[in-house]
């Protein structure tokens, strides 16, 4: 009887399975691929991961695939149930723009993430983009009700059969009436600086005496201490472009983009972008924004404070877009390397190195970019202009920036309104090397053709004294940039002396806070690079050291077992400063030793390098005297050194996962400690600039 | 009979005066001396009962005087109240010469840039209308507006959305309590032409009825008396 009656059920639930089948295929819907901002409601405990500040403008976005032999005939956006805005399909294959919104239907990507992972954060699992598909958009929309709110995609298709996606978003309100607020901020960054980089130039310029620092770095000297967790938006290992923005925006951004949300189009200038902290500040409070740093300027860490793109690499546009969208910004200092953006392609200038043939330009329209309409309808963006021969120094000029192009001329400049600095062709010389020119030891700036590039501490300065003119403040990025490129090369000695450059910088900026207390400076990394560890120190001389890589035996016997001193005999090494600030020498005896965990191949003397790894961003670098430099770790000291298998493929080391530590000093740094996300910090600033602190 | 008329008559109206009086009225416009001169000076402020201060929140302490906090050290809702930092010297600028715009009226506005503005009274004030008009500029977001009492504590808030708020915007914030003894403008902008009257309290309806009843009753009496 029992079985009678289970057969009958399984015939009943056979039956209703079919018409169900039959009637899904009969009602196809449109399938909503993504949706922006990306949120979590698949898992209710989940927090929401989009998170805006009161008034914060972001872009709503959808990407609709329709069913086979339909088309997309209107997506609708409501947040919490009221319609933000219905965009309804022209019928024609063209784009379109109205206002603040958008109907992409060409130049999408060639795949777009599956159905059923369109609301998480990684959607790592994609399809073939099906044909007619569109991405909508709504520009520049903003909530000024804290609290979380869902908002709504409604697809409909020509058959008229509907999709409707749910998502989240929340707006953290601040607490008002709080405090005073701070009216600058200051991000020192230390790209790449994890906890074991601050100790290594800790050790190298304060010394150590029975147990006990001898002094402390400046960014030891700030009082609150947080541990940043640094992941990315589709990563637990960012990249510099999402640990930058992720300070700024208060959101995850996706490995190689910097203020925008990922989406399905191959324009790297139209995501969905996100307002970053100066554009915000700018917007409600008249703040400056300045952007220091030692590497090129279009490169992640400083872009990802003012420039919105999903490549990173796109240097011709992000350099532009610093002067385009200046007005939102509030841009009022750039300096750094990254003068090859900003020579025109066919422009007569000559090489800073006579040496070297071509300009040094390297701008091309294939890097540029034109701003959609709906963007520049709700973000109040300029255009843009795709030319690769635009004179982009001079643009600035006569839109009133002061132009340097090397230290003397920095410092001769005094305190315009506006300061543009460009002190090589990309990334800036390291310090072990500008200060080995100035000391007259070394002629490195000299073969990359600017010997005058001036240190981090003072262009640091000379960015205050610009900005402090504004009196409804400012903020300022200031980016120890070869922390991490030296790290990835695996060069200890560039990598710690770069650490002691960044930390003089540091202490610029907390005079200035002292001196101004309505000033808040943090002290933090974007990530750890190359899981560097200070693994103990030499055991034996610096000319033994170098009798040894001059020698014929480069075994681990000879270069490992005799050399690295661990525990007792690590001893506490001890380095002879300069007056410049700088060590006398990196190849003391009993030098402190670096090791990498998440190290390419190299070959290791323990010994400082002559020469500088290549860096391939240069220009010139094909050319000599650059292509005399050694090209990777994997070749360089590969005569002296032994052979160091890594644990990692390529050339190089690579960021790592682990929290790093976050300083802070000046007003609002209570508000810093803990375990903290990278995006935490952006509403701790906002709490500090807007609501104020006690 | 006449004379018992006008008798009434002068009642009511002393009645229907005294509800729509204008009990007290403080008024800025900050222009009484040069830009950069505390906010306190007589020249700007002379009413001696009332005090321009920079506001903070505090928390409230517990029987053994300490902060009551949450386990995060961060404020417990309920449990905070306004103070005022012993440094505080708000003063009067010319926003003209801060990117803020010309003043609204005259040459200064109050500058509330960097403080929250804590309007303290020596003395209790009742059912109090501020009004003040917003720089020339669209700089703004949230104005938080707290009405306080004699410890500091926040008997009613109002909030006021100001974004991209247009040129000199007349915001305006009430509090229908007695016992209050300061007010609290959040900081990020310039403020001019402040002022503070007394809420012109419109009789409620039960009011009217008992005029009218009185009237009546007056009419009674002296038909009678007729």
Redesign the interface.
Known sequence: MKQTQFTRHCISALVAATFATAAASSFAAPTIARLTPPSNPANVNANALARFLTSQKFDLQTTVAPSAGTTISSVAFAVDGVVVATIINDGTTANQFLGNTGLVKTGLNAKIPAAGVANTAANTSTVNTPANTVVASVRGYSNNTPGTHTFTATATDSTGATTVQTGSFEVVGLTLNNGRPAKNIIVMLGDGMGASHRTAARIVAKGYAQGKAQGRLAMDTFPQTAMVMTSSLNSIVTDSAPGMANYVTGNKAQNNQEGVFPDDTADAFDNPRIEYLSEYLHRIKGTSLGIVTTADVFDATPAANAVHTSNRGAGTGIADQYLDDSNLTGLSVLMGGGRKWFIAKNSTVGAANPANTGNGSTRATSSDYVLTSDIQSGWSANAGAINANRDLIGDFQSAGWAYASDKTSMLNAGTPSKLLGLFSYSNMNVSFDKINGRRGASTIVNDYGFPDQPMLDEMTDSAINVLKQNPNGFVLMVEGASIDKQAHLMDSDRWVQEVIEFDRAVQKAKDFATANPDTLVIVTADHECGGAAIIGASATTAANLQSIAGGATHTTAVQRDAVVGTYDAAKFPTYAMNADGYPQTPDVDGKILIGYGSNADRYETWLSSAQPTQDSQQPFVGQAPLNTYPTNPNVRNSTTGYFVTGQISGDQAAHTASDIPLSAYGRGATLFGGVIDNTDVFFKFGQAAIGGVK | MKNLLVKGALVTALMVSAATAQAAVYSFNFDGAVSGTSANDSSINPYSNVTFL?????ADKDADGYDILDM?DN?VPGFTH?EA?SDSDIKVVDPS????GDAISGANSLDG????IYIKFSDAQSNLNLSFQLEN?H????S?I?FVDASGKVINSV?Q?I?GHSFGQLITASSANAGIYGI?I???STFDNLSISTIAAVPESDTYAMLLAGLGIMGLVARRRG
């Open positions: 920079s506001a903070f929140t505090a995060y404020f306004i930092y010469t801060i990117a803020r840039r960097n403080d929250s500029t700089f703004g977001l949230i938080q707290d909030s959305d974004m609290v959040s900081s990020g």
